[in-house]
């Protein structure tokens, strides 16, 4: 397939600034008319033929200029349109008119209909789906769009922009027109028509400003939507206060649909969202659905400054938009809920999606330099390693300037598609530093290791710190070069207070930051009257895996004293590391696996210490999860060993302090009013932890069934849900409160999905078998994107034991499945491939089935560009 390359991107021959798009809508048959004006770019020489992509379109008609194209002055292909009779003006006007079928497309890209509604979706490549354009980020064009369809199946029609016209025709049609002032790539084009049920509101500007806001969903699930208002008005309040950023439109939409590839789309004053990141009420919704709904929905608004008035140049450039709002929605949530317990999600998130990318075969710049298909660069990479590096430039430069070099880039750049050299110069500029090697972040794949040793001499008052860093290889780049690490850092005294120091050398240090910059520091730390302990990357301040020689002791001591909330959470957590690792080898040996007394009994204290806010202990409790254990071994990995050490674990921490925790549980018991903010989010998060360590300890699921019963929110109803059917998977419990829980939700998609997630993550070897029954289930659907990430996402990311079972099933039935989606929908087919991006980690009989499981894949013919892609690089 064919590959592109950063370094041949070419500026347009031809800029389109006007587009007029009339839809004629109808399920089967819509004809687009997309009116243009074109005009040469400078240094395009006259009679530059001008090539249009497409993808699977068939013309019905075309004109330049209000004549007919001649038969031989152009060539229509399903995938580019070739005007080779390209007027000699300056500028020439241009009438393209395809034939669609919306309800015919499966992937979902272009133009289709969800449920009955018609909607688009154009990023990254999806509007040469709708008509022949130039769909490239960097070519900007202000909007007119017209839009007729049935007034009795579509009585609401929306677009881009503000609405500009509305009325009715003949045979029970109607139509609108809106028009979008601000000039926008095609990816962010976007138009809805169906019949829905809205929640009104209105936001009022800094500036005084109306801007009407409207939630859009399927009739009688407007009550599910308040919670999304909610968010956006916020959203909007934060970024002018924060960021100093206004809405530039009279309205803004967001309309939730069924069928949708991934969380939501920013589309120009009109957000499409997946159904699952808006609609959210007390029985039907988790509290870690309201937070993804808060943080999704301010993400898309976010965009509409950073993506939408300053877009990217090309699809390299992704992480210009995706890694700052990535960063922006961060902060929010962070200003929203608890700093310290956001921070520690964030990592969790990093670590469980982004290492694993970064370590593995599909590893890639934040900034890639090539791709054969660009679906698939939606990473964690590109988001969240994104993400992370606009937060280290914040720590470098400070807030103060950090705001200064964002300021200037809206400054510079509104209005402009640019790269992410442009954004590194705003914040050079505004920080007056050179942040040459720190680009690197950008430009190199892999997440770099530190190693830091620490010796104190008491004599000399000096405290050193060794730090070496090195840069494993990744595909392609085999020889990486020195970054620019910015190491936040304390030197903790025995009193659990930061130490002063009276001078350092060895390295650059700022603040409570050390710059690395070189492979090795040597830095001496002066006037040190007592031996302290290091407390390094606080905040993870830098994306790396940190190797430090510390003992339990200090380690206990951070997790008791760092003043340092993240380092107080990395302490127990790096210790509850430590044990299992060790642990999972007892259990492959066939030794029973032992842990501390104080490592065991600590969970207990915790969770009922008062000075502490219940979502940090719920966090600070909860071990490892499988996969971060299998990730931490990196090699040679036997998911079942694993699978008994945490367990191990869990039992002894149960039987330790069982007393203490169920007076805790109890005292937590809420008193049936819900409300979903954090502070009572939390102390839910912390009673559904204790819960399953109760239940081990009670060795019955009878606690699970009384909390799944009592219940009075999805929250509380879905963990104890969860912790019955996994820990007592056949007993008549558990098969009791499934069809209980059936039986209740089966009207709801949203939330069978979460009975089809618990019982495809139930762990141990029948697991396939479970679930290929499942995907016989009415609930389930093959062309329902929520439905696969739901049933086969679910087994394949959350279910070690399961996937990797010893016999292969579970690689089987991912393989199969994967080729039977792609027929529908490449992108998610190709997303779910991504599950064995790791398999090289794996014991030698594992990686064997899993090679082999590959290889059916790779061998099907006529695989797409998008699941090619992932199988080749997967198994290069
Ligand atoms: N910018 C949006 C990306 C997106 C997307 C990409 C490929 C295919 C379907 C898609 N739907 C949405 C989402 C975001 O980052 O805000
Ligand atoms: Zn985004």
Not at 78 to 105: K, M, Y
Not at 333 to 344: K, L, Q
Not at 353 to 378: K, M, W
Not at 675 to 698: I, S
Request: hydrophobic share 40%.
């Amino acid at each position: 397939g064919q590959v592109f390359r950063l370094e041949e991107y070419k500026p347009s021959a031809y800029r389109i600034p006007r587009l007029e798009l009339d839809f004629r809508l109808d399920a089967q048959e819509t004809l687009v008319t997309a009116r243009m004006q074109v005009e040469r770019a400078e240094g395009t020489d006259v009679g530059t033929p001008l090539v249009l992509d497409g993808d699977g379109l068939s013309l019905v008609g075309l004109a330049v200029n209000g004549e007919p194209a001649g038969e031989n002055g152009f060539e229509a292909l399903p995938d580019q349109l070739t005007l080779r009779d390209v007027p000699a003006g300056d500028h020439f006007e241009l009438e393209i008119v395809t034939r669609i079928n919306p309800s015919a497309n499966k992937a979902l890209m272009g133009l289709y209909v969800s449920s009955g509604v018609f909607c688009t979706q154009c990023e990254a490549e999806g509007f040469r789906r709708i008509t022949y354009f130039l769909d490239r980020p960097d070519v900007l064009s202000t909007y007119r769009v017209r839009m007729e369809a049935d007034r009795a199946t579509a009585p609401l029609l929306l677009s881009n922009g503000n609405p500009v016209e509305n009325g009715d025709l003949d045979g029970g049609r109607h139509y609108a027109i809106w028009d979008d002032p601000h000039p926008k790539p095609s990816y962010l084009f976007a138009l809805v028509a169906g019949n829905l049920g809205v929640v009104s509101d209105h936001f009022i500007t800094a500036s005084g400003r109306k801007v009407a806001l409207g939630v859009y969903v399927e009739h009688g699930k407007e009550a599910r939507a308040t919670y999304a208002m909610d968010a956006l008005k916020r959203s909007m309040r934060w970024d002018e206060e924060r960021f100093g950023r206004e809405y530039d439109l009279d309205v803004f939409n967001i309309v939730a649909v069924s069928d949708f590839n991934m969380g939501a789309m920013e589309n120009k004053g009109l957000n499409i969202f997946n159904d699952k990141y808006v609609l959210a009420d007390p029985e039907t919704a988790t509290d870690m659905d309201f937070a993804n709904i808060e943080a999704i929905i301010a993400h898309e608004y976010f965009h509409n400054w950073t993506g939408n008035r300053i877009t990217c140049r090309d699809w390299f450039q992704l992480c210009l938009k995706e890694g700052l709002t990535v960063y922006r929605d961060h902060e929010f949530s962070a200003d929203m809920r608890s700093r310290a317990v956001r921070r520690i999600s964030e990592v969790r998130t990093l670590r469980a999606h982004q290492f694993p990318e970064d370590q593995g075969p599909l590893a890639h710049p934040v900034r890639p330099r090539r791709y054969r298909e660009i679906n698939n660069f939606y990473t964690a990479t590109v988001y969240e390693k994104g993400s992370e590096v606009v937060r280290m430039i914040h720590t470098i430069l400070g807030e103060e300037d950090f705001r200064k070099g964002m300021d200037l880039y809206f400054d510079r750049h509104d209005g402009q598609a640019v790269t992410i050299e442009d954004l590194i110069a705003c914040f050079e500029e505004a920080g007056r530093v050179d942040l040459t090697q720190f680009a690197l972040w950008y430009h190199q794949a892999g997440t770099p290791n530190v190693i830091a040793s620490t010796s104190y001499d008491e004599q000399a008052k000096s405290f050193t710190l060794e730090l070496e860093q090195s840069v494993p290889p990744t595909p392609s780049e085999a020889r990486k070069k020195a970054m620019h690490i910015p190491l936040k850092f304390g030197l903790v005294g025995p009193n659990g207070e930061d130490m002063d120091w009276a001078s350092a050398d060895g390295a650059e240090i700022s603040g409570d930051v050390i710059h690395l910059r070189e492979r090795r520091h040597t830095i001496s730390f002066k006037g040190i009257g007592q031996r302290p302990v290091l407390s390094l990357n606080r905040g993870f301040s830098a994306p790396v895996v940190l190797s430090e020689q510390v003992s339990s002791a200090d380690r206990y001591f951070l997790a008791q004293h760092d003043s340092d909330a993240f380092n107080r959470w990395q302490a127990l957590n790096s210790l509850a590391n430590e044990a299992l690792i060790e642990a999972a080898n007892q259990a492959r040996n066939g030794t029973v696996p032992g842990f501390d007394d104080e490592l065991v009994s600590f969970p207990a204290g915790i969770a009922g210490d008062e000075t502490l806010e219940p979502a940090y202990r719920a966090l600070a409790i909860t071990p490892p999860a499988e996969a971060d254990i299998a990730r931490e071994i990196g090699g040679n990995v036997d998911p079942d060993a694993i699978h008994r050490a945490r367990e191990a674990y869990l039992d002894a921490v149960a039987r330790s302090g069982a007393t203490q925790m169920a007076s805790v549980y109890d005292a937590l018991a809420d008193d049936g009013t819900f409300n979903p903010d954090a502070g009572h989010a939390g102390k839910r998060a912390l009673r559904n932890v204790l819960l399953g360590l109760l239940m081990r300890a009670e060795g019955s699921p009878e606690r699970g069934v009384v909390q799944y019963r009592s219940a009075t929110n999805m929250t509380e109803r879905l963990a104890a849900l969860m912790e019955v059917t996994h820990r007592f998977a056949n007993s008549p419990e558990a098969s009791e409160l499934l069809a209980d829980f059936e039986g209740r939700y089966s009207d709801n998609p949203l939330v069978m999905d979460k009975w089809l997630t618990t019982q495809a993550t139930i762990p141990g070897d029948g697991a396939a078998a479970r679930v290929r029954e499942l995907m016989k289930h009415s609930s389930f659907s093959l062309s329902n994107p929520n439905r696969v990430r739901a049933l086969i996402g679910g087994f394949a990311s959350g279910n070690q034991t399961g996937f990797h079972a010893a016999d292969g099933t579970g690689y089987q039935l991912l393989a199969e499945t994967i080729l039977a989606v792609e027929e529908l929908n490449p992108q998610v087919a190709a997303r779910l491939a991504v599950t064995f991006r790791s398999w090289r980690s794996l014991e030698p009989h594992r990686q064997k089935l899993a090679r082999e499981a590959l290889a059916t894949i790779a061998k099907a013919e006529n695989l797409s560009r998008d699941l090619r892609d992932i199988v080749d690089r997967t198994l290069a």
